[in-house]
């Protein structure tokens, strides 16, 4: 009998594939995004060094309800808020295996309204 991958499993193997042509420097980090059923959260990765820069999150910012699109938006804000304090204007998104739609795309929207360039 065939075994079924769950889907979490489907989509780490997606980032494991887009992780191949991204990498963060101390230029341009890597800003990786983790979507949960509940919250979504964020991060400024400097894969050179191994480190990580900054991050938010629904529950840093302490969001009631962090797994809606205003959520999002808000964590986008406040990362890209964040990144300009540490004079950093460009970045590479990674989206995590998630496909570019929903919570995923309005944080990229708004970290970019925000001021970062990707």
Do not use: W
Request: net charge positive; hydrophobic share 35%.
């Amino acid at each position: 009998m065939i075994k079924k991958e769950s889907r979490n499993a489907l989509r780490e193997r997606r980032h494991i594939r887009l992780r191949k042509h991204l990498k963060g420097t101390s230029e341009a980090p890597r800003l990786a995004v983790y979507r949960s059923n509940r919250h979504i959260e964020c991060q400024l990765i400097d894969d050179s060094k191994g480190i990580t820069l900054c991050s938010s999150g629904s529950t840093q910012l302490k969001l009631e309800h962090g797994n809606n699109i205003e959520a999002a938006r808000k964590v986008g804000a406040d990362i890209a808020a964040k990144a300009l304090k540490l004079d950093i204007k460009k970045v590479v998104y990674d989206r995590g295996g998630y496909a570019y739609h929903g919570r995923v795309a309005a944080l990229a929207d708004a970290a970019r309204e925000g001021g970062l360039e990707f």
